[in-house]
């Protein structure tokens, strides 16, 4: 089973006034198109970083993206990060208890998210 990552020291390049994970947290909700660009560029500098895909996650899910949320946890699983650790983040589990509540995935796509690894409907 892979070990779950709760935090990452910031990189020199994040601390040099790019903007880092932190920096983009508070865009989540209110700037998600944003927020989402910005973890791209984080997967791009660590590919194996949990946490900006789970955030990512919630990002592309307040945009309504959900078939790009597959495609990310299959990027991520590609990428070596089993995508049950996305639940270590406060902000994902909020997402998967507004989803489990709200049910906005489409049950078939939601179906396809649990075969890749990630379960929407379960409410947890």
Do not use: C, W
Not at 16 to 28: C, K, L, V
Not at 33 to 57: G, I, V
């Amino acid at each position: 089973e892979t070990p779950i990552v709760t935090e990452r020291p910031q990189s020199p390049r994040e601390s040099q006034g790019r903007p880092g994970i932190s920096d983009t947290t508070g865009e989540i909700e209110g700037q998600p198109s944003r927020a989402h660009q910005l973890f791209q560029m984080a997967h791009r500098q660590d590919p194996q970083n949990a946490r900006a895909y789970a955030l990512d996650m919630v990002a592309l899910y307040h945009m309504n993206q959900f078939g790009e949320m597959l495609a990310l946890i299959q990027k991520a699983k590609a990428n070596g990060v089993n995508p049950r650790a996305f639940s270590a983040y406060p902000r994902f589990r909020m997402m998967l208890k507004e989803e489990a509540r709200a049910r906005r995935i489409p049950p078939a796509l939601a179906e396809r998210m649990k075969a890749a690894g990630q379960d929407f409907h379960s409410g947890e």
